[in-house]
């Protein structure tokens, strides 16, 4: 059995290692791209499709359990979800199968991804595709309106991903305890004085938290340049350096004075549930209304963010290079664009994750049962979320959260 690579081995072996072909070498596929979606629909009946996904919240699960009979439904193929904890998980199964010579029996169909790992597998040449030629309800997405549909922190995802949904950091706060929050990083270190243990974020690599510090850091840098390129090492430490000036007079101050972290802004957003913490956050715009609709917050939460913007990207899927299902995988991710399926990931009743699509593009009926969508008492308006602040290059995040482990894991 290959050995199970760790997380910062996966994601490090493609952005920081350098691995590439000549090593590893470039085993040949097994099978070609379907010729088009005619070709990949009929292929895909009686294939099982496992869907590697993040588990930690389950109104997701609930949405993905809703596709799964859907695609069986109308496809006749079976989608499992197997629920990760940390995508870099299945990346390092798909990394350790390429080392093992495997390149049609991957036990991985489709993965929910973006950020470094995607940057490790499109670097390792793990991905199957192009895809998004395939895709019939791509036409729905407009990249002149969105355009990180196609660049996944900063890297160009050459049609090797399909994209989801879109997501923008934000935070939560209980307007019943805390009526004005701190909009600033400086308002947040002196709310953290003020009020010590009120406060924490998701332990990275939870993607919420490693997000929280990329937002500390963007928001920190007057200069936010030398993050759109892969990182020098030796700009590190001085490009770095706000931020852990930043975090050393923050963490004292923390939710169990920084000593432990919740694993998940799931986990921390029952902390703000029972009134451990005064603020949570989530990478998703419409995620406390949700909370509320479903009885996971008080109706008193309310979203706010920071005066310079937050940051946002695109999410996405994508079909490993030795899926054993590929033909299935490329018609779960074309059903998972659909107006159908997109409107009812909006809706904050079921998820409240934002549409990729773009409502001009769409059949009027369609645009009338977006428009008709609640909106949810603590959603912001667009103009009330601000600009969007880019990700920066992923490989700096492997390295930022290398060293936050380093200060402050436990």
Same mark, same amino acid.
């Given at each position: 059995?290959?050995? %199970?690579w760790?997380?910062r081995?996966?994601?490090?072996?493609?952005?920081?290692l350098g691995?590439?072909?000549?090593?590893l070498?470039?085993?040949?596929r097994?099978?070609?791209?379907? +010729?088009?979606?005619?070709?990949?629909?009929?292929?895909?009946?009686?294939?099982?499709?496992y869907?590697?996904?993040?588990?930690?919240?389950? !109104?997701i699960?609930?949405y993905?359990?809703?596709v799964?009979e859907?695609?069986?439904?109308?496809?006749g193929?079976?989608?499992?979800?197997?629920?990760?904890s940390?995508t870099?998980?299945?990346?390092?199964r798909?990394?350790?199968?390429k080392?093992?010579? %495997?390149?049609?029996?991957?036990g991985?169909?489709?993965?929910?991804?973006?950020?470094e790992?995607?940057?490790?597998?499109? +670097?390792?040449?793990?991905l199957?595709? @192009?895809i998004? /030629?395939?895709?019939p309800?791509?036409?729905?997405?407009d990249?002149?309106? +969105?355009p990180?549909?196609?660049?996944?922190?900063?890297? /160009?995802?050459d049609?090797?991903?399909? /994209?989801w949904?879109?997501?923008?950091?934000v935070?939560?706060?209980?307007?019943?305890?805390?009526?004005?929050?701190?909009?600033?990083p400086?308002?947040?270190?002196d709310?953290v !004085?003020a009020?010590?243990?009120?406060?924490?974020?998701?332990?990275p690599?939870?993607?919420?938290?490693?997000?929280?510090?990329?937002?500390?850091?963007?928001?920190?840098?007057?200069?936010?340049?030398p993050?759109d390129r @892969?990182?020098?090492?030796?700009?590190?430490d001085?490009?770095?350096?706000?931020?852990w000036?930043?975090?050393?007079?923050l963490t004292?101050?923390?939710?169990?004075s920084?000593k432990?972290?919740?694993a998940?802004?799931?986990?921390?957003r029952?902390?703000?549930?029972?009134?451990?913490?005064d603020?949570?956050?989530?990478?998703?715009p419409g995620?406390?209304?949700?909370?509320?609709?479903?009885?996971?917050l008080p109706?008193?939460?309310?979203?706010f963010?920071?005066?310079?913007?937050?940051?946002?990207?695109?999410?996405?899927? =994508?079909?490993?290079?030795? =899926?054993?299902?590929?033909?299935?995988?490329?018609v779960?991710a074309d059903?998972l664009?659909?107006?159908?399926? %997109?409107?009812?990931?909006?809706d904050?009743n079921?998820?409240?994750?934002?549409?990729?699509?773009?409502?001009?593009?769409?059949?009027?009926?369609?645009q009338?049962?977006?428009?008709?969508?609640? !909106?949810?008492?603590?959603?912001?308006s /667009?103009?009330?979320?601000?600009?969007?602040?880019?990700?920066?290059? @992923?490989?700096?995040?492997?390295?930022?959260?290398a060293?936050?482990?380093?200060f402050?894991?436990?």
């Amino acid at each position: 059995m290959a050995r %199970q690579w760790t997380r910062r081995e996966a994601v490090g072996a493609g952005l920081m290692l350098g691995l590439g072909a000549t090593f590893l070498g470039k085993p040949a596929r097994a099978d070609a791209p379907p +010729k088009d979606y005619e070709a990949a629909a009929a292929a895909a009946r009686g294939q099982v499709v496992y869907f590697n996904a993040w588990g930690g919240d389950q !109104r997701i699960n609930d949405y993905i359990s809703w596709v799964a009979e859907e695609v069986s439904t109308r496809f006749g193929l079976t989608l499992h979800h197997v629920k990760l904890s940390d995508t870099a998980e299945a990346v390092s199964r798909v990394l350790a199968g390429k080392i093992a010579g %495997q390149v049609d029996e991957g036990g991985i169909d489709l993965i929910w991804i973006n950020g470094e790992n995607f940057a490790a597998m499109k +670097k390792q040449d793990l991905l199957f595709g @192009p895809i998004i /030629p395939l895709l019939p309800n791509m036409k729905f997405v407009d990249p002149k309106t +969105k355009p990180t549909v196609l660049s996944d922190f900063t890297i /160009p995802t050459d049609g090797y991903e399909s /994209p989801w949904g879109m997501a923008q950091l934000v935070f939560f706060h209980d307007s019943a305890r805390l009526s004005q929050p701190p909009r600033t990083p400086a308002a947040l270190l002196d709310f953290v !004085r003020a009020s010590p243990g009120r406060f924490t974020f998701p332990a990275p690599p939870d993607f919420v938290g490693s997000t929280v510090l990329k937002q500390f850091l963007l928001s920190l840098s007057a200069d936010r340049k030398p993050f759109d390129r @892969p990182l020098v090492t030796a700009q590190f430490d001085s490009a770095t350096a706000p931020l852990w000036d930043y975090l050393a007079a923050l963490t004292p101050h923390l939710w169990r004075s920084g000593k432990s972290y919740p694993a998940s802004s799931t986990a921390l957003r029952q902390l703000l549930n029972d009134g451990e913490v005064d603020i949570s956050m989530a990478f998703n715009p419409g995620d406390a209304s949700s909370a509320i609709a479903q009885g996971l917050l008080p109706e008193t939460v309310r979203s706010f963010v920071f005066d310079g913007g937050m940051i946002g990207n695109t999410h996405f899927v =994508a079909v490993p290079f030795n =899926a054993k299902a590929k033909a299935g995988a490329v018609v779960v991710a074309d059903f998972l664009l659909s107006p159908e399926a %997109q409107l009812r990931k909006e809706d904050p009743n079921v998820w409240g994750d934002p549409t990729v699509l773009e409502m001009a593009l769409l059949p009027q009926d369609s645009q009338a049962a977006f428009a008709e969508l609640p !909106r949810g008492i603590a959603t912001l308006s /667009p103009q009330g979320l601000g600009p969007i602040l880019l990700e920066p290059h @992923p490989s700096w995040m492997v390295a930022i959260e290398a060293r936050w482990t380093q200060f402050y894991g436990h």
